[in-house]
Structure formats: structure tokens, C-alpha cells
């Protein structure tokens, strides 16, 4: 049962029939992202280190700033939180947009780089 405090991080589900110990994942995935210091006490009264490690390590829903603070609590190298890989797969895949504002500054007239002046 999630306690009345909590109940609104948790807006989209019906709370009456929902199991937190049964959902593990979005249960705690919710509470690293949108938690405050009441929420992370329960959490860590309900699940144990060990399943919020696991779950730091599979669940790519997490914000960056929220897996890397977390990551940081919990010892956790960031190349094994699954959010983290994600953005990485992202950021590294080798795909470069066109249109950069870096390209769109160095083409405009007005606007000169410091290390250009």
C-alpha cells in the first residue's frame, strides 16, 4: 500500500487496487524521479539496496539528472545504469544533424566565436 503522502506522484493508476511490491519497477522508478525525502525513506523501507540497484540498472525512463544522482547514492558506475546507456547510445551513435547552432553561428556575419575574433 502506498502511503496518503505519496499518492501524488503515483496520479496515473488506480491506488486502491495497485501493489508496489508487486511493480517493483515503476514503483521505484517513480519515486527515484519524482520523490522527495518522505518518499525515498519509504521506498527504502519497502524494497530493499539491492532491487533499487537492479532497478537503476534496467529502467531507461529515468531522466539523466535523476539516473546520475542516483547512480552517485548508490556506487553505481554510470556505464551500468540503463538510462545512462541509453542517452550514451544516443549521443555516440554517429548521427550529427545538419544544422548546428555551432555551423549557424560560424556562417552568420554578426555573430563571431571567441576563438574566431
Request: hydrophobic share 40%; glycine share 2%; aromatic share 12%.
Amino acid at each position: 500500500m502506498i502511503p496518503s503522502e505519496l499518492h501524488p506522484l503515483f496520479w496515473d493508476i488506480d491506488l486502491a487496487s495497485f501493489q508496489p511490491e508487486a511493480n517493483p519497477d515503476y514503483t521505484i522508478s517513480r519515486i527515484l524521479e519524482l520523490g522527495d525525502d518522505t518518499a525515498v525513506n519509504w521506498l527504502r523501507q519497502t524494497f530493499p539496496d539491492a532491487e533499487i540497484r537492479r532497478v537503476l540498472s534496467t529502467e531507461r525512463r529515468l531522466s539523466e539528472k535523476s539516473a546520475i544522482f542516483w547512480a552517485l547514492i548508490y556506487g553505481i558506475p554510470s556505464n551500468e545504469v540503463a538510462a545512462l546507456k541509453q542517452d550514451a547510445e544516443i549521443r555516440f551513435s554517429g548521427f550529427r544533424p545538419s544544422f548546428t547552432w555551432e555551423n549557424r553561428i560560424r556562417s552568420s556575419p554578426e555573430i563571431r566565436l571567441n576563438a574566431e575574433s
